[in-house]
């Protein structure tokens, strides 16, 4: 059966939002540092489909004038000229991600988000001089050996 | 368990933003401000890809802000990652295999070519300064990672950089300074489809590539020592 | 020659020209950042001088707005535009190497962008690049743990960020334009229906997450906690109003509907009880302030879900008294950055910084003759004057909460005056000239009360006469 | 026609969307996620927006692949001489 125009836009809409929605669940779901960079990279690509999807016309045609007279109907050049520089702004972000995630890895040893969470809290605690807070829903909590957690830290973990 | 409900959560996440999107007129969509560029390009910037017309011409400042980001994200990367002052320490790296060396001594004046390519005919064919000076800053890195010895020199590229940018924005502010308004298309169209058309918006693309590939080349560069 | 653009492009210009300036001569590399800030305040007052007190327009590029990019100050732009360089000149960072003070320039030119742009599009990309330039900043305390709570901002800053492109997409799809004026002419055919209401809710939580609204606001403690504290206070004061003053915009211009007030009462309100209670039970300094900036953006939240006027001037007195109080009291931050225990005594050897602390504490809270009690007292009136149940448990919540916050920051006041013979804090040199600075400043505003809510008034009148921002900006004024 | 051919694409583009999460090697992740960029700049060109496949290719696929595996080398979770990882 042959698919007509309408349905070549909602597949699109569907490809598009099944792309924000796989990179939202990454983004819930994963523990890995990168993979929640790469889930909000997929967030974004989602969002450029919807953004060029939105200025797309069935019957036209690229907005380039090829010297020849116009042929049909244009698309719409303005939201490609904003997806343009939003692709670019995607790709800032991530290579500033990355290059946080190195100096993490260096300090702290991992690169698990939840792991992450309770280091920073010790941290932030220690640097304050508080004992951290019990809540932390893994009280003895031990990092995996062999990460060089900061010196003081470890000294006040003992001393508490 | 916990699979289960995250995929819950993404069924209910799909559903919502498909309900979202099927109301959306797409493909249909009131096109006002996008038929008028449309029709005033070819008379008022005289860029045969409006597109680049709408990025530097209608939008420009957007296109400065977006340059900007890129220039903040890549000194930010450099800050974290040699918090030094670019003084990080190299460690010794030998050559790469003979295919990589062959490969990048043919690659590099090609992608140079093509990204200048690119960048140049920003107002004509699809590309631009964008695109343009990531092929650039591809083509030094293929020529970093083969060579052990070339060491990326970040006091030049970071001159480029600046340079460039400086660039950009002084030729929005000599629109400014000749009264008319900050960005203003200068110098006379030209016919559309020429190469010397489309008034300073070549001018434009080439700061905007020169200063992508000089940040991008420095960020690997960067991120690779 | 109209010269609004140039507070926004030439501190663009001087971060692009710090690393070369730096090679030809390093004692000028050290004022030429705060030489540029200098300039732009002056570029803008002498704006806000010659406009006797009506818009300036200028269009990029020459086009007209709906074709292109407009800025348009009025009173209340100009009035943050002017701010930001002033306060990123007074908390410029101490320890500035070139790539810092590239940052602070950026923040600045952004969010001078930012206030006075008028173009959709353009204030998302204005927010992006003052989201980056926060993000470098706080990095740049170079620690392990500024660098973990900076990638977690940095997460929640890019889903903020693609929340705010599907709003716009929606947007787009429905009227076909991006500039302010042109959408404040559509939306009541083509915006009123759920689909924009959608497209409200989509913008609000993807600029929320710099104005610490409710679902987005975790990174809060972390970020002012491991951030130096002169860049925790330009945060918290200065960054956090702009995105208040783009949610305002928004909301006035093109999103005016009642069940969009409603979202923000809401999450006002969530925010307001959520900070404070969290301040509350916090354990040290800066991450309690850090808790009492988002209950304090509840209230602002709030001030701005009442409709008309009065809601404009309460959402104007709460924002300019949190851009007064917040940085002080962080300033006060970095003298006291330790645990609130060991503050026990630390008001006998620092009397000025503690008796500045409990001032700001009073103002705070709103004890009557300071300047917080008037912006609460407005809120309140505002919130009465509708009659609405929502207002009415609203009212109850203000304050309820302000009953804790009173609680939490008398305690800490009364411990620093606590009789103690040993203090363990170890005493740094805090900016105590700066803060004795904000001070004076709150108490000099207390007589002029009056005449300042006048000029509160009349600003608000200016802001919310939307018919006259459409004129001046599609009358195609040069 | 043209509309089965979009179909497969975004059909192949939404399987390696999910393939990013499922991936436990990281490598594969990243390649994975160069895939969705490539077949995301297919979709522009369907699209009618030469400039934004273009660009989408070239920052989307090439430099944020880069980026990305010359971090995790970075990160150690790669030995590219030994060619094995641990994720």
Not at chain 3, 52 to 63: H, L, M, R
Request: hydrophobic share 60%.
């Amino acid at each position: 059966m042959t698919l007509n125009p309408p349905d070549l836009i909602t597949i699109l809409a569907a490809g598009s939002v099944g792309l924000i929605a796989i990179g939202t669940i990454g983004l819930a779901v994963s523990r890995h540092l990168l993979r929640l960079v790469l889930a909000l990279g997929l967030a974004e690509a989602g969002a450029n489909l919807l953004l060029v999807l939105a200025g797309y016309r069935w019957d036209a045609v690229a907005p380039i004038l090829t010297g020849a007279a116009p042929a049909g109907a244009m698309v719409d050049p303005i939201p490609q000229a904003l997806v343009l520089t939003s692709i670019v702004i995607g790709v800032g972000v991530q290579a500033l991600a990355v290059a946080l995630m190195i100096r993490i890895k260096a300090a702290y040893g991992t690169l698990d988000i939840r792991e992450l969470k309770v280091l920073l809290e010790r941290d932030i605690c220690a640097e304050a001089g508080i004992v951290p807070p019990s809540s932390i829903h893994r009280p003895n909590y031990q990092p995996p050996p062999g990460t060089a957690l900061p010196a003081r830290v470890a000294s006040t973990g003992e001393s508490a | 368990m916990h699979k289960l409900a995250s995929l819950l959560f993404a069924l209910g996440l799909a559903f919502l933003l498909m309900g979202l999107a099927a109301q959306l007129p797409l493909g249909a969509t009131p096109m006002g401000i996008g038929a008028d560029i449309l029709q005033r390009t070819p008379s008022e910037i005289g860029s045969a890809n409006i597109v680049t017309a709408v990025v530097l011409a209608y939008r420009g400042i957007d296109t400065l802000g977006e340059l900007t980001i890129l220039f903040a994200a890549a000194t930010t990367a450099g800050m974290v990652l040699s918090p030094a002052g670019g003084a990080a320490v190299r460690k010794a790296r030998e050559d790469a295999g003979l295919v990589l060396r062959a490969g990048s001594d043919l690659l590099f004046p090609l992608l140079l070519m093509v990204g200048f390519y690119i960048v140049l005919h920003g107002h004509l064919t699809p590309g631009g300064g964008f695109q343009g000076g990531v092929v650039l800053a591809a083509a030094f890195f293929v020529s970093f990672l083969a060579r052990a010895e070339k060491q990326p020199s970040h006091s030049c590229l970071s001159l480029i950089e600046a340079v460039a940018g400086a660039a950009f924005i002084g030729i929005g502010l000599a629109a400014l300074l000749g009264g008319g308004a900050f960005l203003q298309p200068l110098l006379e169209t030209g016919s559309v489809g020429a190469l010397i058309s489309a008034g300073s918006l070549p001018l434009l693309y080439l700061a905007v590539g020169l200063k992508v590939g000089a940040e991008l080349a420095s960020l690997l560069a960067h991120l690779a020592e | 020659m109209n010269s609004l653009v140039l507070p926004v492009v030439l501190p663009l210009l001087a971060a692009f020209l710090v690393q070369p300036v730096r090679h030809v001569s390093s004692g000028l590399a050290r004022w030429f950042g705060p030489a540029v800030l200098v300039l732009c305040a002056g570029l803008l007052t002498n704006i806000a001088m010659t406009s006797d007190a009506n818009p300036v327009t200028a269009n990029i590029g020459g086009f007209a707005p709906p074709l292109g990019i407009v800025f348009y100050a009025d009173s209340l732009a100009l009035l943050f535009a002017l701010v930001v360089p002033l306060f990123a000149l007074l908390l410029w960072p101490r320890a500035s190497d070139d790539r810092v003070s590239a940052l602070i320039l950026l923040l600045v030119g952004s969010g001078t962008g930012l206030a006075i742009s008028g173009d959709l599009f353009n204030l998302f990309v204005f927010y992006e690049l003052l989201s980056i330039a926060c993000i470098g900043l706080v990095a740049s305390s170079h620690t392990p743990r500024a660098y973990a709570a900076t990638l977690r901002y940095l997460l929640i800053s890019g889903f903020g960020s693609v929340l705010a492109l599907v709003g716009i997409t929606l947007v787009y799809t429905q009227t076909g334009s991006l500039n302010l004026a042109h959408l404040s002419e559509l939306a009541p055919v083509h915006l009123a229906n759920p689909l924009g209401l959608a497209a409200f809710a989509c913008l609000l939580i993807g600029f929320g997450v710099k104005a610490e609204l409710f679902p987005v606001n975790a990174w809060v403690a972390e970020v002012y906690a491991t951030a130096p504290k002169r860049v925790s206070a330009l945060l918290a004061g200065v960054v956090s109003n702009l995105a208040i003053l783009l949610l305002l915009r928004l909301l006035l211009l093109v999103f005016d509907q009642p069940e969009a007030r409603q979202i923000l009462l809401v999450l006002g309100l969530i925010g307001l009880a959520s900070g404070e209670l969290a301040a509350w039970r916090a354990r040290d300094l800066p991450r309690m302030l850090a808790f009492s900036s988002i209950g304090q953006l509840g209230l602002l939240f709030i001030a701005m879900s009442i409709p008309g006027e009065m809601g404009l001037i309460a959402a104007l007195a709460v924002a300019l008294h949190h851009l007064l109080l917040k940085p002080a009291l962080f300033l006060l931050a970095e003298r006291w950055s330790g645990s609130l225990a060991d503050l026990a005594g630390a008001g006998r050897r620092a009397p000025l910084a503690a008796g500045l602390f409990t001032l700001f504490a009073l103002s705070l809270v709103g004890v009557p003759p300071l300047p917080g009690f008037w912006a609460k007292l407005v809120l309140l009136l505002g919130l009465a004057a509708q009659d609405s149940a929502l207002a009415q448990t609203a009212i109850a919540g203000v304050l309820l909460i302000t009953v804790v916050e009173a609680h939490y920051l008398f305690r800490l006041v009364g411990l620093l005056f606590t009789k103690t013979e040993h203090s363990s804090v170890p005493h740094r040199g805090g900016d105590l000239a700066l803060a004795s600075l904000f001070g004076v400043l709150l108490l000099a505003s207390m007589p002029l009360l009056p005449a300042l809510a006048d000029g509160l008034a009349w600003m608000a009148g200016q802001v919310a006469d939307v018919g006259a921002y459409r004129a001046l900006t599609l009358g195609g004024a040069q | 026609m043209m509309a089965w051919m979009v179909l497969l694409l975004v059909a192949l583009m939404l399987g390696a969307a999910v393939l990013v999460l499922v991936f436990d090697n990281l490598v594969a992740a990243i390649a994975a996620a160069s895939v969705v960029s490539l077949l995301l700049s297919l979709v522009f060109v369907v699209l009618a927006a030469p400039d934004v496949a273009l660009t989408e290719a070239a920052v989307g696929a090439g430099l944020s692949g880069a980026v990305l595996a010359l971090g995790l080398r970075r990160l150690g979770l790669i030995d590219l001489i030994k060619g094995e990882n641990n994720a």
